[in-house]
Every structure is written in structure tokens, then in C-alpha cells.
């Protein structure tokens, strides 16, 4: 065991002079791809519209009276609750969505709850978000939607029309963004992520200048995203899912520009081996995308819509048992809470969760080639869990997890990525004598946290 | 005297069975053009930016933020106690103007003062005007700004771009014009006058829908106006003048589409005797429009501009003393007051009003063709005022007052129309023996309030 301690600390330090040519995540990369699992709440003003959500329309058509929201029991802590029983890890906030409205005092937009009857004008939905998140151990992150601005007229980034007053419109707008961004991220505190939706176009599209800002103000931020940088990618779909490979790393610096719809989004799915750029992916879904659904934000009579646990158990292990970060979509309803059903899932979920991963059969951890361990007699496990440590890049490009049985080794998973995690579930359980893990081809080295069995 | 005064009630028996064809004013019009002299304030975001105004700039591009807005001294008091200083009987704010801000608790316009932390965001202007006119005896009245909007994008009433997203905004647009009209008309009180500025454009110019707001919530106010109606008209200049004659009629139900600027506006300042319509004419002045300005917003270092109170005793003459309504314009500062030289000019005007104006040397009612009387000996007057009572309508076509000299009668005013009032200085100050009116044309009767002597 000194022996393996000691290779191992020697090889630590020949990763640290830099002898490697694998992307280092930032610590905040890290901190994210290890983070697995978090929600995202969407609300906005057409959640009290009593009307089905259809995107197309809501986004190029202003709610006729923002009084509307009236959520007169919101609690944040009912949200973050219910997300924490799931096992999320940091929750996301649509402090604008595509109406344009904030859910904060905003300084510099006016069509925020500043504007509302709702709490005399004084409500402000982040900071209680922020708060909750406090209270229950979770991360604060935001959404900032800027491409669609159903009240301002901005359609895709931009202003309609092309009068003197559409052109000045189009410089005042993207002030705007940027004061909005500033004040965001400078009176709240830290975020742990910072999502604009569809990117935050930059000067060189027309659009305004917000990453010197979030550089500046939130350096530990996860950035997502606009054509220079992306800390992290869109994994390719909003099914919670990513095929497998799905690398930490990619080509290019950001993704958007390369993201291939024409080809299914391939690119942005797989990443790429020895990419220059460590960027994880992220798997997307709305918790109400049953049967024909897929709903972000809350409407009545969806709750037949909302995944049952075992399709959540998928997600999971096709997400994060794939490298990927699973983001799951609540919809806080009209009344200001999440409904009983969509908690009851998320508690059931977690609770699944726990009973299936909170108890190893057998578990190790190597920075070899090969390291081979006697298993404990007759336990039977059918999941395996494999963690790579990615502090210093992802490293593996090939491993086999093999079962000594009645003499003969069987290799019960094998494959290129592992990355923060690597999820195998077998087709019933079995047992063995001994275990050996094979890494024949890595990067400089590699540390395998654990190899987990369930 | 029994003989007139039965006269007079026969007189008025017979204007009441309806054998006139004299347009009658409503009890607001008659009020309008009574109440002779009133001042409006003009008030919006840019007055805090530092910059000279420039009109066509300032329509059309938006205020970066809108938080300069901090009138830390702000008192309607101040503003309205130096309006009844001056003798103005009504007050007129601009609750929206060009930038589209509200300065007032708006439920459907967020940007207002709502969105500030001025007074954290329970700032309304409106509320503290009409208080202050209450406690001065002023009537309130308002100015609606709908035609631009520099924030919203508004362009002469129309949103710009063909999109969809356009189109749907001009309609958000129209809806929300109806919605301000509606709670400002029912939420602060009675208006004395409600001026939507270059008219409330109505459907069928692809506008909103407001006429019918104003007259089912404010039945009693002055609408000023839209293609099918106004209450009064525009006297065809800002100089605080209208040309002589000035009747209060006018051939069609409103003036907009019939005032012509390639002919000097020759028919709004004129009127037109024998209209079918009864509209007063109002002249507008801003205070600071001396040497060359012509200011209704505060800038910095426009002091000289104020008009000198001999300027504005000539506006008083040829405007109230041509039969229209004399409306000054006073811009609040950045502090939020009016300022000094701007108070000590309406309180010096005032007074010279009062001294002019208050201490008749002689004055006598008249509903007959002709009537002569004894003038008090020796005593001297340079002004006349004559008064007529248009209650039943503008009646008199023709007039002259004459004055005996040593046997002879000498005319010292004469003309078409005489309306509310009409003014005549004279060269010097004279006396006479006797007087007389001479009414040889007039439709149906009328009834000369007062001719009054200084």
C-alpha cells in the first residue's frame, strides 16, 4: 500500500509540471461537473394567464396586464425543499424569462415586481430564492434570458425595424442587458452559475458587451455561454439524456457555433476526445415531459405529464452515469408553490436514489493500469459506479471493470469516458471472487477515485 | 331697471325654446373659457440628464437610466402656490410626456415612478399636484403623452417594424393606451381638462379606443382631442397670442384635420363665426421663451429666457383679450421646485394684474341693442373690458363702444367678435362725458356681462 501511495504522490506531481496537454477545469468547472445534479425553476408572468404556454406566440406577444402574478403563497423554501429531497445540489432561477419580466427589484428594468400590486411592489423572488438556498445547503444560480423580450419587442437579440428610434432602441437595449447583468451580479452575491439562455450575444453580433462583466464581478461563476467562452455545453437535447461517449472536453472555447442541429446536435453531445477546451456537458429536462409533454413552465391539468421515478432513475444514470450535469425543470404554479405531486415525485426520487446508491457492496480507488482486489464473498451488487478525478482533466480514454468467476475473468463494463462519473447497471446482480480494473490507455496518468458496486 | 332685467329674462326664455341656431357650450366649455388663464407643467426624466432638450433627439432615444430621476426637493405646493400667484385658476400636469415615463402610481405603465428609488418607489407627482391644486383652489387637469414614447418605441403613434412581434406590440400598445386613460380617470378625481397631446389617435387610425373612457368616467372634463372631437382647440401658435378676430366656434367637430400649417394655421386661429361646433381657442405659451427659447422643460441656465412680465401682460391682452384661454408653460427644476426667477415673474405678473385689472373706474351690463349712459366726471381709463355671457353661445357679431367728448362720440373700441373677453389698451387715458354700446348685429339677442372701464 506505501508503494501505491507513493506512485501515486509521485505521479501527482509530474501532472502538476505540466507535462500534460489535457485541459484543466477551473475550479468552478470542477465544482460544477461534480455538483451532478440540480433544477431549474422557470416562472413568469404566463403562468398566471390561465392559458397553455406556447412559446412560439408568448415570446412575440406582451401579457396585456402584468397584475396577473398574484402568487399569494410563494415560498421559496417549499421550492428548494423539495429540490434538496431530490438530491439537487444548486437550483437555477429564470430571473427573466421571454416576457422580459424580473423576479428581483431590479434598478434598471422596470417591468419587474417593482411594477406589481403583488407584496405592495416590494416582493423580490431572487432574494428569497437566494435565501432559501442558504437555508437548505443548495447553490444559487440564475438564467438571464435576454434573446426574447415580449414586452420590449426584442426578437431573437434584436429590435425590430430599422427608423432612427428602432436603431437607438437596439443601443438602449443592450445598456439594458448589461446593466441588468451588472446589477445581478453584484448585489446578490455569488452565483454558482450564470445561464443566458440562447447565449449572450456579444458587441460583434450587435448585441451587448456582459462577459467583462461577469469576468469581473463573478470570476467563480460558471459562464454559460456567448462565441467566445462557455464554461460548460448543452448536451444536445432537452431529454435529461446523453449518449455515451459524452467527453468533459471539446474543441473550441464555446460551443454554440458549432452545435450541429442538421447532424443531431452530435458534436455538442459526444464533446471530444482530447478537445482543447475542458467543457462538460449539461442534460436538460422538464420534470413535466411525460407522455407527449415537455413543459417548462407550470399550466393546469399537467400533472398525468409528470415523469414517474423509474424514468428519473434513467435520466439519471444516462446523465450523470454519463459525465454529464442533470438540470431538472419546476414549475412553481400560480398559487406561488410547486405542486404537491411534482414534490412527491421529487421526494420519491431522491428517496429511490438513496436506497439504490447510499450502500456499497465494495468500493476502491487507483491511479494504476491495473490493480486487481479480492471481492467479499458471495455479495451480490448489479451497479457500478466509477469516479474519475477530472481536478487535473479527464484523463482515461479506455478502461474494463473485470469479475473474477469460478476462475474466468468477465468484463462486466468497459468503455473510453469515465469522467466525474461513469454509471453501469447490470442485468441482475452477481458476485465474484476478485475485481480488477484495467485503464490500458490514459492521459499522463489518471486517478480513479472510486469504483463503487452496488 | 325692472324693464331690462325683464327684458333679459324674456331674452333668455327665448334663447332657452330653442329658436337659436347658435352653438351652446357644454358647462365645461363655458367653465374652459372662463377660467382664462391656466399653466402646465411640464415634467419628465430628461430635465435630470444635464443636457440642453432637444426635442427630436429625445423622442426617440431612450433614457439609459431612468433612476436620475431624484427631485430631492420636490413640492407641488411650491409650483402651485407661484401658479395662483400669477392668477392661474387651473393646473395642467404631463403625467407622460415623450420619454413615456408616469409621474404617477401607475398599474399598467411600469415605467413610472414606481420603478425609482426616489421616495423608494411610492413617489406620485400626480397625487401631490392635485393635492396642492385643492389646497389652492386650482383645478387639476392633465396632459397624456401617447404619440411618443421613447422607451416603448413609440414613433407618432406607431410602433416601427413590420414583424410579428410588431404588429402584436401596436396592439399591446392601443390596449395599454386605453388602460393608462382608464386609471388615471378613475382613480385621482374629477379633471378640469384632459389634453392628450397630437390627439388620441382612435381605431380607425390604428389606435386606441379612448374617447369613450373619457366620457364615461370624466363627463364633465374638456377632452382634447381626437378626429371626432375637442372641446376646445389649438390657437394655431405657442406664442401665448391668437390674431384677432378669435371666435369660439368652429365649422367642423374637432380642428386637427383642418388645421393648416401651409396656411399659417389661419383657420384654428381665426375660428369661425357661424360654426356649427362650439371650441374655444387656447394659447399656449412656455414661460421661458424669451430672446430666441422657447422651452417647456427646464434646462440649466435658461433664466434670460423668461419671459419679462410686460411680455406676458401683452400675451394676456391678445390671448384672454382675444377670446381664448391663456395656457403658460412652467418648468419644475432638477431639485424639484420651480425656480426663483420663474416664481418671482408669475408673482410679479400677478400683481401687475391685479393692479391693472382689479380697480374698475366704471362698468355696465348690457342685453340691449344700444344702451347709453353718464360716465363718472372727470375720471380716466386707458383699458376696456367686455365681457360677454356665452352660455347660451357666442351671440354678438358686431360691436363698438363709444365714448362722448365734448359733444362728440368718439369710437374707442369696435370689432366682430367679443366672446369671453375682449381687451383694447388705449394710446393714452381718456375721459368722457357719456358712454354707449352699440350691438347692431348679434344671432337672437345676447347679453354683454360687463363692460368695464380702467
Not at 157 to 182: L, M, W
Not at 363 to 375: A, C, T, V
Not at 430 to 436: L, M, Y
Amino acid at each position: 500500500m506505501l508503494r501505491i501511495i507513493l506512485i501515486s504522490l509521485l505521479q501527482l506531481l509530474l501532472l502538476n509540471t505540466g507535462t500534460s496537454q489535457v485541459p484543466i477545469p477551473t475550479p468552478a468547472q470542477l465544482a460544477w461537473a461534480g455538483a451532478e445534479f440540480g433544477v431549474i425553476f422557470h416562472y413568469d408572468l404566463h403562468v398566471f394567464d390561465g392559458q397553455p404556454y406556447n412559446q412560439a406566440k408568448n415570446r412575440i406577444t406582451p401579457v396585456a396586464d402584468y397584475n396577473i402574478f398574484n402568487p399569494t403563497q410563494l415560498d421559496t423554501d417549499q421550492w428548494i425543499l423539495a429540490a434538496k429531497n431530490a438530491g439537487a445540489t444548486f437550483a437555477i432561477l429564470t430571473v427573466t424569462h421571454e416576457t422580459g419580466f424580473a423576479l428581483y427589484q431590479s434598478d434598471f428594468n422596470p417591468y419587474s415586481l417593482k411594477a406589481l400590486k403583488w407584496r405592495d411592489g416590494k416582493g423580490d423572488i431572487l432574494r428569497d430564492f437566494i435565501q432559501s438556498c442558504n437555508k437548505f445547503g443548495l447553490l444559487p444560480a440564475i438564467y438571464i434570458g435576454i434573446r426574447w423580450n415580449s414586452f420590449m419587442g426584442i426578437h431573437d437579440f434584436y429590435v425590430d425595424g430599422n427608423a432612427p428610434i428602432s436603431k437607438n432602441r437596439q443601443a438602449y437595449y443592450n445598456t439594458y442587458c448589461e446593466n441588468i447583468t451588472r446589477e445581478l451580479v453584484t448585489k446578490y452575491g455569488k452565483f454558482f452559475f450564470i445561464w443566458f439562455d440562447g447565449g449572450a450575444h456579444g458587441p460583434e453580433q450587435g448585441g451587448a458587451d456582459l462577459l467583462p462583466i461577469i469576468s469581473a464581478n463573478q470570476p467563480d461563476a460558471i459562464f454559460y455561454h456567448n462565441l467566445q467562452r462557455a464554461d460548460v455545453r448543452w448536451g444536445g437535447s432537452e431529454s435529461g439524456t446523453v449518449p455515451y461517449p459524452c467527453w468533459s472536453t471539446f474543441a473550441y472555447p464555446s460551443w454554440s457555433q458549432y452545435a450541429d442541429a442538421k447532424n443531431d446536435f452530435k458534436a455538442i453531445k459526444h464533446g471530444q476526445e482530447n478537445g482543447a477546451y475542458f467543457m462538460p456537458a449539461m442534460a436538460d429536462a422538464p420534470l413535466r415531459g411525460y407522455k407527449g409533454r415537455h413543459e417548462w413552465f407550470w399550466e393546469p391539468g399537467d400533472e398525468a405529464h409528470i415523469f414517474p421515478v423509474a424514468r428519473l432513475m434513467d435520466m439519471y444514470e444516462k446523465s450523470i452515469g454519463r459525465n454529464a450535469t442533470l438540470i431538472i425543470g419546476l414549475t412553481p404554479d400560480a398559487s406561488g408553490l410547486l405542486p404537491q405531486p411534482d414534490v412527491d415525485t421529487l421526494k420519491a426520487f431522491g428517496d429511490l436514489l438513496k436506497a439504490t446508491y447510499s450502500t456499497p457492496v465494495f468500493s476502491f480507488s487507483s491511479d494504476q493500469k491495473e490493480i486487481e482486489l479480492p471481492l467479499p464473498k458471495g455479495r451480490k451488487f448489479d451497479k457500478i459506479v466509477i469516479a474519475e478525478d477530472q481536478s487535473r482533466g479527464q484523463r482515461v480514454r479506455a478502461f474494463s471493470l473485470q469479475v473474477q468467476q469460478r476462475g474466468k475473468w468477465i468484463t462486466i463494463a468497459a468503455g473510453s469516458s469515465i469522467g466525474n462519473k461513469f454509471i453501469k447497471k447490470l442485468d441482475a446482480p452477481i458476485s465474484g471472487q476478485r475485481i480488477r480494473l484495467l485503464i490500458p490507455k490514459s492521459e499522463n496518468g489518471h486517478l480513479i477515485k472510486a469504483v463503487t458496486l452496488y
